[in-house]
Every structure is written in C-alpha cells, then in structure tokens.
C-alpha cells in the first residue's frame, strides 16, 4: 500500500493466486477507506456521489500498480502468465486487446486489476447476456455498455411505434436497442457509435440475429444521413467527466451527447417523426443536474414532449441498503421521453 501510495509499480513473481489475494486485500482495505471518508457527516448526495468518484479512482489507480508478467510467442492467443497457478489467459487477451498493435512476441507486464476486468469481459462474451425483451443474448465485447439492465430495455419494448420504415438508434452500443427495434417490425435500423468496438459488437450481434439486412452500424459522431421517422438514444447517464472508455458509456461529460441528440433532432426526424429519450433521473436526484434542465433543452431545441413512459429499476442496487448512495438508488425513475418537433 505504501509503494502504491507513492505510485511504485510492483511486478509479482510468486504465485497466480496468491496475486489475486493481494489484489483483494488491498481493494478490501481501500474500499474501507472510501466508505469512511464518504460517509462524512453532512454531505449532501452531490457531495456524496463526488468524494465516491473520486475515492474510486485513487482507488482504481493504486490497484493498477500491482503487474502480472506476460510471456508472448507470435499471437496475442499464445500469451501466458508467466507465474504458478495461472489460468488459461490466450483467448481473453485477443479478445480484449484486439484493436492493439505491434509485435507480439517476448516479454510483457500487465495489471492484474485491468486483466481481471479482461477476463471478466470475456467471460460476460462467451455466456452473452439474457435478454428477455428479445428473446435472445447479445454477446458484448470488451468495454462495450452491457445490458444487464433490463428496465430501460423493456421501456422500447412498450413504447408504441407509429412508423416502422425506418430508424436511427444513436450510442448503439452492443446493437440491443437496434435489434429489439427490428424484432417489433422496423424494417431499417442504422445505429451509430463513436466507439470502433461498439460498431464492430453490434454488427457481429445482428449476424448472430440473422438480421444483417435489417439493422447494420456506422461509425459515426451522433447522426447518420438523411432522415428517419423514429430516432432512439440511449445516452450516458450522468453528467461527468469520462476519462476511460468505460466511463464514457456512464457519464455524459457536461451532458454533450444528450444536448447533440436533442438539438440534431429537427434536422433528423422527418415530418410527424418521434424521438425516443431513454434517461433516468438519477442525475437529478443526486443534485448533478435540476429537474427544469432537461425540460428547458427539450423547448430551447424546438421539441415538444409527446409522451412519457416511467419505470422502476429492478437491479440489485437499487434494493442495497448499504450502497452508499441509496437513497437516490431507491427512488429513480428511468423514463422513455417520446418527443416531437415543435
Ligand atoms: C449508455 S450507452 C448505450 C448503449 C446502447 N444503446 C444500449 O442502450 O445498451 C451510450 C453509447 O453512446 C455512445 N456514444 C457516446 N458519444 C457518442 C456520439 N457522439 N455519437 C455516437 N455514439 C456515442 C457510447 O460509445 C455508448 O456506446
């Protein structure tokens, strides 16, 4: 702890699980840390939600200091922990670190913390993740928005479709929302993302589907060309900065992505078009952004609301008492905004 501290990379040379022990010790006595100093008397939830963020991230940066020795003979599939006791680590490495070039071959180190989410990844890759609105799995890649949540998944699932020609599903992610669209009838799906690796998951998710011809993705900054009669955004959540990949799947830095697909919408959407705004409320409820803000950017880009359909999470930490932030959890509400052209 005290070499993290002091940002002191250590390269392990013992056992594999023993590796892990430590890894889990020091989590253990970080997250101790954390809870304390977040629980300080008086905070508010903004407070709150800010000192976790921040204890988050000291503490995702002293683990990342624990390395792992990697061997390399000619592919990314041939690398192995170079310790006693690892596990199999070829596939999850080509799968993980596909898009990384340079040669591969000799000697390497690695985070144990980051390889522990790789293996994770690859795992939640090979399983696929349940998706009862659709009927199916869709297989995420790594560092690609999962799923797991089904409460916004089902809100599409409801929403009535007043014209099923085409549309655009923006942040596409895994392609879930695109796909379930095309399994409700919408003949033409064209999803974008920002993200090479979310463009490649969703297409491989709609070969999987057999629905290639329907639904296809781009890699594209928000819209694509032209214009569609339905228009669907998932954005991230949170207002916040997103300094990984993984981040920028949860937080929205100064909500950018949410005020791009509000103001786009008039120039997309073609005439009696609608729009869907996927979002909770969470950001308000932990004093990140007030509930006049996002009726005010509906109005200022021309929009009008149509229609509302509410839920409530149903995951795990919504119920978690000691989840230190919930009693925002427990009350949000993630809304599907059907929304119009003024
Ligand atoms: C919360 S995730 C939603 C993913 C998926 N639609 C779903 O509902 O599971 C938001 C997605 O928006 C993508 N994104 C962020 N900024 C974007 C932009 N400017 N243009 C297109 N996609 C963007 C992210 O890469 C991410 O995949």
Redesign the pocket.
Known sequence: MRNAAQGIAMLWHGDYNNARQLLSAMDRRLGNIEAGRSLKRGQSDEQKFYSIRQARAHRSRMLSLLLVPLSVNGTPESTQISLTRAPEVGAAIAFGYEQSRGSYAGQAAVSLQELTGVLSAHQWFLNGVEVPALGKKIYPSYG??M?TRQE??DLVAKAPIKNAQVAF??????G??AALLVARGVKKVIG????QR?VDCANQNFAQLGISSSAHAEL???FPDGKAPLIIC????LPGSAPT?LD???Y?PGS??LL?FLRGLPEHLTEDGEAWL?ISDLAELLGLRTSQALATAINDAGLKVAGRIDAQPQHARAFDQSDLLYSARSVETTTLWRLAVQ
Do not use: C, E, R
């Open positions: 690609t928005f799923p916004y998944v599903d923006i942040g596409t992610g895994t879930v929302l974008t993302d920002i993200h979310a594209t900054n928000m998932n954005p991230p959540w990949s920028a799947a949860i929205d950018k992505m791009q996927i």
